[in-house]
């Protein structure tokens, strides 16, 4: 850290005060060429490494920051991570809403990396709650004894490149500035929260809550009013589980979405010993599937099979864990909007039989989107709640929501009032957490103008003009079941700072041609994907933010097993080849 006196300061004081982050210089010295997708520079600045604060700092200490931490460590670094919140976990940090729990298997989404962790780490549930995942978390940061170099309660507010040092000036919120030659932002891809733009939010007497910002000491509903803003996968936890206490819920819904039974269950001590002899395979088999769950599509298309065959396939699929319907459905379910019809169908017909009143069952249909195609929210008893005569939906295309009151909601109808106000109101997803950070390259240039038009990546690790800036789960990147996508991540960006470090080269940077022809090359993979079609969080669209109102192609939908053999690819060329040739 900065402090008075150290070589640092003697050194950053030679600049006027102020000048950091307002005079960059030019972009000078940039290597690279249209041959080389990454360029890292040859040894010139090195003398500077000691006066820098840090080798690396990693923004966030969720599960990508957690394992960032040890990696670097692991090479020998001085590495420094930044957390907003009180302590580790990210999303299980923040989202301590009731219900919320993994939609992937427990024994699927824990580290790999150490074979004694898997062995001692026991799971309770196929799909564990947030407190027990909140406490695997915490087991991994004191196991590699990692909070000594973890500052808390500490927002990275901007970070500005200097060429002169090859190395970032980080700004945080309590004022302070460190520097480091490598930044690795671990900050997630649905980390964000965004409000909803009704006017009143702030005038409500009752309590408000943001489903990302729950309190600690939670929230009880017992007898009370409450209203829930959204449908999305976080609305569907939160209101099957509060609906079991409130007083009267009423759920206010713009798109509904189209959800599956988790058929979660407890494991038994002799179950999880079974999981644990089992980890190199199941482990193995998330390494092939596209997501790195323990789901892989079905070989067959959907009109390959006969209409009993289909239904038959369909019923069990629904009748078992996990994301099978969704990850394991015939192998041309989101790509065929005639097979995405009928696996449609099935599911409208479930909700039908499951909801009482068919108004109330229409309504929850959605129209816009066929299965699949936006993120499925696994449920436990979801629909059920709307037979509860104590629980109301409100479609808001209707009735479209005027103000929030201080004493409720006001629709277009008429005033509800209320004693809690839920927001489940979703993320500014994937490049959100970026924009929220002033990021700065060479010659001054802001990461967000860079990405005003859509995500501008090299392997969703590197952007063009921001040298020695490495995401982890960046956008463009692979991604899937969370630990299994981020330890790969993590491993990579690890791997190419090491190949500088050992080397002493200072700056790593991808080239424009690189980034060029890996954006184009995701862009033209997702045609055709009915998923990049409508807007979700997987598009890049929130409603509730300006400029976000487009679907983008913002995730690499080629499959896992096909990015790592890009990355590997890159990597044991020495980081010097095409990831496309
Ligand atoms: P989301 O899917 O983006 O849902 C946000 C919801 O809020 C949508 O229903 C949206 O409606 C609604 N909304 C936003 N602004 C509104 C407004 N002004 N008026 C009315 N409705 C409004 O966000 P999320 O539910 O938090 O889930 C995001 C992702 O987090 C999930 O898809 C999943 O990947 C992850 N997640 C994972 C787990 C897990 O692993 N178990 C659990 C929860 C979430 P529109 O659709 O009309 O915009």
Same mark, same amino acid.
């Given at each position: 850290?900065?402090?008075?006196?150290?070589?640092?300061?003697?050194?950053?004081?030679?600049?006027?005060?102020?000048?950091?982050?307002?005079?960059?210089?030019?972009?000078?010295?940039?290597?690279?060429?249209?041959?080389?997708?990454?360029?890292?520079?040859?040894?010139?600045?090195?003398?500077?490494?000691?006066?820098?604060?840090?080798? !690396?700092?990693?923004?966030?200490?969720?599960?990508?920051?957690?394992?960032?931490? $040890?990696?670097?460590?692991?090479?020998?670094?001085?590495?420094?991570?930044?957390?907003?919140?009180?302590?580790?976990?990210?999303?299980?940090?923040?989202?301590?809403?009731?219900?919320?729990?993994?939609?992937?298997?427990?024994?699927?989404?824990?580290?790999?990396?150490?074979?004694?962790?898997?062995?001692?780490?026991?799971?309770?549930?196929?799909?564990? +709650?947030?407190?027990?995942?909140?406490?695997?978390?915490?087991?991994?940061?004191?196991?590699?004894?990692?909070?000594?170099?973890?500052?808390?309660?500490?927002?990275?507010? #901007?970070?500005?490149?200097?060429?002169?040092?090859?190395?970032?000036?980080?700004?945080?919120?309590?004022?302070? $500035?460190?520097?480091?030659?490598?930044?690795?932002?671990?900050?997630?891809?649905?980390?964000?929260?965004?409000?909803?733009?009704?006017?009143?939010?702030?005038?409500?007497?009752?309590?408000?809550?943001?489903?990302?910002?729950?309190?600690?000491?939670?929230?009880?509903? /017992?007898?009370?009013?409450?209203?829930?803003?959204?449908?999305?996968?976080?609305?569907?936890?939160?209101?099957?589980?509060?609906?079991?206490?409130?007083?009267?819920?009423?759920?206010?819904? &713009?798109?509904?979405?189209?959800?599956?039974?988790?058929?979660?269950?407890?494991?038994? %001590?002799?179950?999880?010993?079974?999981?644990?002899? &089992?980890?190199?395979?199941?482990?193995?088999?998330?390494?092939?599937?596209?997501?790195?769950?323990?789901?892989?599509?079905?070989?067959?298309?959907?009109?390959?099979?006969?209409?009993?065959?289909?239904?038959?396939?369909?019923?069990?699929?629904?009748?078992?864990?996990?994301?099978?319907?969704?990850?394991?459905?015939?192998?041309?379910?989101?790509?065929? &909007? #005639?097979?995405?019809?009928? !696996?449609?169908?099935?599911?409208?017909? %479930?909700?039908?039989?499951?909801?009482?009143?068919?108004?109330?069952?229409? %309504?929850?249909?959605?129209?816009? $989107?066929?299965?699949?195609?936006?993120?499925?929210?696994?449920?436990?008893?979801?629909?059920?709640?709307?037979?509860?005569?104590?629980?109301?939906?409100?479609?808001?295309?209707?009735?479209?929501?005027?103000?929030?009151?201080?004493?409720?909601?006001?629709?277009?109808?008429?005033?509800?009032?209320?004693?809690?106000?839920?927001?489940?109101?979703?993320?500014? /997803?994937?490049?959100?957490?970026?924009?929220?950070?002033?990021?700065?390259?060479?010659? @001054?240039?802001?990461? %967000?103008?860079?990405?005003?038009?859509?995500?501008?990546?090299?392997? @969703?690790?590197?952007?063009?003009?921001?040298?020695?800036?490495?995401?982890?789960?960046?956008?463009?990147?692979?991604?899937?079941?969370?630990?299994?996508?981020?330890?790969?991540?993590?491993?990579?960006?690890?791997?190419?700072?090491?190949? !500088?470090?050992?080397?002493?080269?200072?700056?790593?940077?991808?080239? +424009?041609?690189?980034?060029?022809?890996?954006?184009?090359?995701?862009?033209?993979?997702?045609?055709?994907?009915?998923?990049?079609?409508?807007?979700?969080?997987?598009?890049?669209?929130?409603?509730?933010?300006?400029?976000?109102?487009?679907?983008?192609?913002?995730?690499?939908?080629?499959?896992?097993?096909?990015?790592?053999?890009?990355?590997?690819?890159?990597?044991?060329?020495?980081?010097?080849?095409?990831?496309?040739?």
């Amino acid at each position: 850290m900065r402090t008075a006196g150290t070589a640092y300061a003697r050194w950053i004081q030679a600049e006027p005060r102020g000048n950091i982050f307002a005079k960059l210089p030019p972009g000078a010295d940039q290597r690279g060429s249209i041959e080389m997708s990454i360029a890292i520079a040859a040894p010139g600045n090195g003398e500077v490494s000691g006066l820098l604060d840090f080798d !690396a700092v990693v923004i966030g200490a969720g599960v990508a920051g957690l394992y960032q931490l $040890h990696k670097l460590r692991e090479l020998g670094l001085r590495v420094r991570v930044f957390e907003a919140a009180s302590g580790v976990g990210g999303t299980w940090y923040w989202n301590r809403y009731p219900g919320a729990r993994f939609d992937s298997e427990s024994w699927t989404y824990g580290y790999s990396f150490s074979k004694e962790l898997l062995e001692e780490w026991n799971w309770s549930e196929h799909f564990a +709650p947030q407190p027990e995942t909140e406490r695997y978390l915490n087991h991994v940061a004191d196991k590699f004894d990692l909070r000594r170099d973890i500052q808390f309660d500490t927002r990275v507010v #901007a970070a500005h490149y200097r060429e002169d040092t090859r190395s970032w000036d980080i700004a945080l919120g309590d004022g302070g $500035h460190v520097s480091a030659r490598f930044l690795i932002t671990a900050i997630g891809i649905l980390s964000a929260p965004t409000m909803p733009n009704i006017p009143g939010i702030g005038t409500f007497e009752g309590r408000s809550h943001h489903t990302h910002d729950w309190p600690k000491e939670g929230v009880d509903f /017992a007898g009370k009013r409450v209203a829930i803003i959204g449908t999305g996968a976080t609305a569907v936890q939160t209101i099957q589980e509060i609906a079991k206490s409130v007083g009267h819920l009423t759920v206010f819904q &713009r798109t509904p979405n189209w959800c599956a039974p988790l058929n979660n269950g407890k494991i038994s %001590k002799d179950e999880m010993d079974g999981i644990r002899a &089992r980890y190199p395979d199941i482990l193995a088999l998330c390494r092939e599937t596209p997501g790195c769950y323990i789901h892989s599509t079905d070989p067959r298309a959907t009109m390959d099979a006969t209409p009993e065959e289909r239904i038959a396939f369909w019923e069990k699929l629904y009748a078992s864990p996990g994301f099978g319907i969704w990850q394991g459905n015939f192998s041309d379910m989101l790509t065929d &909007r #005639a097979a995405n019809a009928l !696996a449609s169908e099935f599911i409208a017909n %479930k909700i039908r039989q499951r909801v009482h009143d068919p108004v109330v069952a229409e %309504k929850l249909i959605p129209r816009n $989107h066929g299965f699949g195609t936006r993120r499925v929210p696994l449920e436990t008893r979801y629909y059920e709640v709307f037979n509860q005569p104590n629980v109301e939906l409100v479609d808001v295309n209707e009735t479209p929501i005027e103000s929030v009151t201080r004493g409720g909601i006001q629709t277009s109808a008429r005033e509800y009032p209320f004693d809690i106000i839920v927001y489940a109101t979703g993320f500014d /997803a994937i490049s959100g957490a970026f924009d929220r950070i002033d990021i700065r390259g060479t010659g @001054g240039t802001r990461l %967000k103008d860079v990405w005003a038009n859509g995500p501008q990546t090299y392997l @969703g690790v590197f952007v063009a003009g921001f040298p020695n800036l490495l995401m982890t789960m960046g956008p463009h990147a692979g991604l899937g079941n969370y630990t299994r996508t981020a330890e790969y991540s993590v491993e990579w960006v690890s791997g190419v700072i090491h190949h !500088a470090t050992e080397r002493g080269l200072t700056r790593i940077e991808a080239t +424009p041609a690189g980034v060029g022809e890996w954006t184009d090359y995701v862009l033209a993979l997702g045609q055709g994907q009915l998923m990049n079609e409508i807007g979700s969080w997987m598009t890049g669209v929130n409603r509730n933010v300006e400029g976000k109102q487009v679907p983008r192609i913002m995730r690499y939908s080629g499959g896992h097993p096909a990015y790592r053999a890009h990355c590997d690819a890159i990597a044991a060329a020495g980081y010097r080849q095409l990831a496309l040739a």
